[in-house]
């Protein structure tokens, strides 16, 4: 069943379509084997795309502004609950569909596209793991972006290895008074809920809502980042915060499975951001190598930037095939979905990581200024090697699988 915010979308996309705006990112965006639904998702996100991303994100980046009403209007297409039910507000579409959006949308901005990713996973936690009084008091508000929210796990002494974490909440009364503090955390600061990984007990990881007025609840100053500056990131300090135990998501001790079947999820999304900065960069990089002439000659002549060109049509389809089944996977609940998710996210984070990289150096010097937004996208691109699982862990999960089946 089509959802009433995705019916919204395609009509918007539809008079987008029919005004000639279509906005057609690269000519290797093969439809065959989407759904009818799901090639609608995805030129409407790329419609969205070219009307509310792509003029301004390189202002964005240049003033590190987080573009706050550009996510109310994705959250009026369903952008910010798209893999939710639609019971309390979600869109109810599939994790390919997402990957579709999330791609789109990287086409132009990743960081802005990855900062939906959270709002995604965020609205996800609640909505499956959260009772009916959580559920309706935040998923209204999370899916239309009138509230914004994070996802807090990382802390300054636990990283990669996120399950030592030391943040503590101890029960006292009818409450529970949280002490620790996060590191890194996108919107930090700017939030108006935090979905917070603790410790409720020696060996119990628990996942608890914390509202941004929550008192003893302070926030550093944003990050100085190489990339990623549309999206504000900040650590956190939990000084006796108190929040009711109601609060808390799901049962004490499930925290950490809560948490990391959410990356599952976030991993894709990840991923999905990597293919739309690269499939935009090469799509860039075709037109100014068949305009750009030295020695007489249009670059794209020399066999060098042809087999470069194959290269990365090459890496950037087979990247987009792993994370599409990985977004499969995770649809079908298969006991391989946390194994093709983070094979999805090394896969794509590299290769889509190179093939900007290759770009910026078929480009010569002018793909070093910011005028031609490929040095942005570089620079957007690198952390997600390094987030949602460093793809060194990503690595330790791939193997330990494999090794075991
Ligand atoms: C811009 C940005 C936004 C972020 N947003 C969020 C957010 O919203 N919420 C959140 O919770 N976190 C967020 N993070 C944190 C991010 O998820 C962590 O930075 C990441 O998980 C890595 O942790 P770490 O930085 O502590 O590195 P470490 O864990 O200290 O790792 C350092 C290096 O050691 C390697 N390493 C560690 N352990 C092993 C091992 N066993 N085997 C091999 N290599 C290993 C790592 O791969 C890495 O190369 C964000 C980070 C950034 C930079």
Redesign the pocket.
């Known amino acids: 069943m089509i959802s009433r915010r995705l019916l919204h979308c395609f009509n918007r996309s539809s008079k987008l379509l029919n005004n000639k705006n279509q906005y057609r990112f690269e000519s290797l965006n093969d439809t065959s084997n989407l759904t009818e639904d799901q090639v609608l998702v995805q030129q409407a996100a790329l419609n969205f795309t070219k009307e509310h991303l792509l003029p301004f994100a390189s202002e964005w980046d240049q003033k590190s502004q987080s573009p706050i009403e550009v996510y109310k209007e994705a959250g009026k297409l369903g952008f910010a609950c798209i893999y939710s039910s639609p019971d309390h507000g979600g869109s109810g579409m599939d994790r390919v569909s997402a990957s579709l959006v999330f791609e789109a949308l990287a086409t132009a901005c990743v960081s802005t596209s990855s900062y939906l990713s959270?709002l995604n996973m965020n609205h996800w936690i609640i909505d499956t793991y959260g009772n009916e009084k959580q559920k309706a008091e935040w998923l209204p508000q999370l899916s239309t972006v009138e509230k914004f929210s994070?996802?807090?796990?990382?802390e300054p002494g636990?990283?990669?290895?996120?399950a030592n974490m030391k943040t503590f909440a101890k029960k006292d009364g009818g409450d529970y008074v949280i002490n620790g503090s996060?590191?890194?955390?996108?919107?930090a600061g700017f939030s108006d809920l935090y979905v917070v990984m603790c410790k409720t007990g020696e060996n119990e990881r628990s996942c608890i809502l914390v509202p941004s007025d929550a008192k003893g609840l302070s926030f550093g100053k944003p990050?100085v980042?190489m990339g990623?500056h549309a999206?504000p990131?900040a650590s956190i300090t939990f000084d006796n915060v108190r929040v009711p135990q109601s609060n808390l998501i799901s049962t004490e001790g499930n925290g950490f499975k809560i948490a990391m079947t959410a990356l599952d999820g976030g991993r894709v999304n990840i991923a999905s951001t990597s293919l739309g900065s690269a499939a935009q960069c090469l799509a860039k990089t075709k037109e100014y190598v068949g305009q750009r002439k030295q020695f007489g000659k249009s670059i794209d002549s020399f066999q060098n930037t042809q087999f470069r060109i194959a290269e990365m049509a090459t890496d950037l389809i087979a990247s987009r095939l792993l994370v599409r089944e990985a977004a499969k996977k995770i649809d079908l609940n298969h006991p391989n979905k946390t194994l093709y998710a983070s094979m999805a996210k090394i896969q794509a984070t590299e290769k889509c990581y190179n093939i900007v990289d290759q770009c910026l150096q078929l480009h010569g010097g002018y793909g070093y200024i910011s005028e031609y937004n490929i040095e942005r996208h570089l620079r957007d691109l690198r952390?997600n090697r390094?987030?949602?699982?460093?793809?060194?862990?990503m690595r330790?999960i791939v193997s330990r699988q494999v090794i075991k089946q």
């Not at 994070?150 to 990382?154: A, D, G, M």
């Not at 636990?158 to 996120?162: H, I, K, Q, T, Y």
């Not at 390094?386 to 862990?393: A, Q, S």
């Open positions: 959270i994070s996802y807090c796990l990382t636990s990283g990669s290895d996120a996060k590191c890194f955390i996108s919107n990050e980042k990623w999206s990131t952390v390094i987030l949602e699982g460093t793809n060194e862990i330790l």
